[in-house]
């Protein structure tokens, strides 16, 4: 998820559909694409782990649109193992009524078995948003979210809770400061100010919570909040405590130019890869080469920007995700891999396809042959 407000996130949802307009031929058709069934391949065959570890997953804010029973249904035709769950602030709450399954023990267990007898895990709930916004209202109501959505990962026995770090302000205003130099004294002030009084009491406090739950909080790394790398989420984590540990999306590791080798072999090492997302970003050359890749350009200015969402191996060849997914299996990273779905270029059915694919041929618990 990227650090939009709700206006600026709908906006973006509905650039996104209209890009994929052209499209909805393939939408249509639900039997015409299987992930990891390339077109006209009816003699491959699969082979794989008994019961592997790491598993293909997808992000069901992708699909707001559709019900349970469908979203079920095209997990299954996709071939896709495992879901992440939406519970609400930033990706919405489309199949999951948060409160609803937090007051019903029957209710929450009937909820459960409708993933367990299709043979689908959940891999995590999901509420990005910013616990610590300057705006208190707003704030407490992302606060009372991460903290609904642990007890019902714990609940559950799911878990894990995916989100972000948020991003204070810098004590005077109304709106997030992301702080991303150190050039004059007053942007050390306030990066001092909102590790040391707001991020820092705030993580100790919700890490403690989710420990005394046995539930693991992913915080994904993202620009426009405080923990946008590795450096930042060991910062907090050593801080904080260890309930709190990474959601890995490599397009937001992408955006920074960060070798991703590097970082899955540094979060094994520390012991904190709890959760991660499967999405890519199409680099623009020449566009980076002018502007570097700090681009505040539209999203849906594709031909100037410096980099879009792509669908995986859309972006950087399989070769560099193949090398990922050695990686993985070095550090011993065994839960999933979620599908996120925001490239422009293709609708989300088709674009959850694509990335599915990319990865039943990366992974290595898994082959096709002829």
Known sequence: MKNQGAASLAARREF????????????????????????????????REESPKLKIGVFDAAFPDVSIDQLIEMIKEFKIEAVELGSGNDPG????????????????????????????????????????????????????????????????????????????????????NWVTTLET?????ILNWQWNEVLIPYWKDLNNYAKQRNVRVALEMDGGYSVFNVGTLLKLRRAAGENIGANLDYSGIFQLGIDPVAVAKKLGEEGCLFHMHGKDILLDTQNVGVNGLVDLT?????????????????????????????????????????????????????????????????????????
């Not at 559909?17 to 065959?45: E, I, N, W």
């Not at 100037?304 to 550090?331: C, M, N, T």
């Open 185 to 189: 004294d007053e942007y050390v002030k």
């Open 93 to 176: 709450h489309a199949h999951c009524d948060l409160d609803g399954l937090l007051a019903d023990d029957s209710r929450r267990r009937a909820y459960m078995a409708q993933f367990e007898k299709n043979s689908i895990m959940v891999s995590a709930f999901s509420c990005h948003g910013n616990p610590v916004h300057p705006d208190t209202d707003k704030a407490k109501r992302e606060d009372a979210v991460y903290r609904k959505s642990i007890d019902l990962a714990a609940k559950t026995g799911v878990n894990r809770v995916v989100c972000f770090s948020g991003c204070p302000g810098d004590g005077t205003g109304k709106h997030p």
């Open 298 to 370: 539209p999203y849906e200015d594709l031909a100037h920007r410096s980099w879009s969402y792509a669908d995986i191996g859309f972006g950087h060849d399989l070769v560099v995700w193949k090398a990922i997914a050695e990686q993985l299996k070095a550090i011993g990273y065994d839960h999933v891999i979620s599908i996120e779905h925001e490239s422009p270029f293709t609708s989300a059915r088709v674009g959850v396809a694509k990335s599915a694919q990319a990865l039943e041929e990366v992974l290595l618990n898994r082959a096709q042959i002829m």
């Open 16 to 47: 996104l559909k209209r890009t994929a307009l052209g499209l909805s031929a393939a939408m249509a058709a639900p039997k015409a694409l299987r992930a990891g069934t390339p077109l006209g391949s009816d003699d491959l065959r699969e082979i």
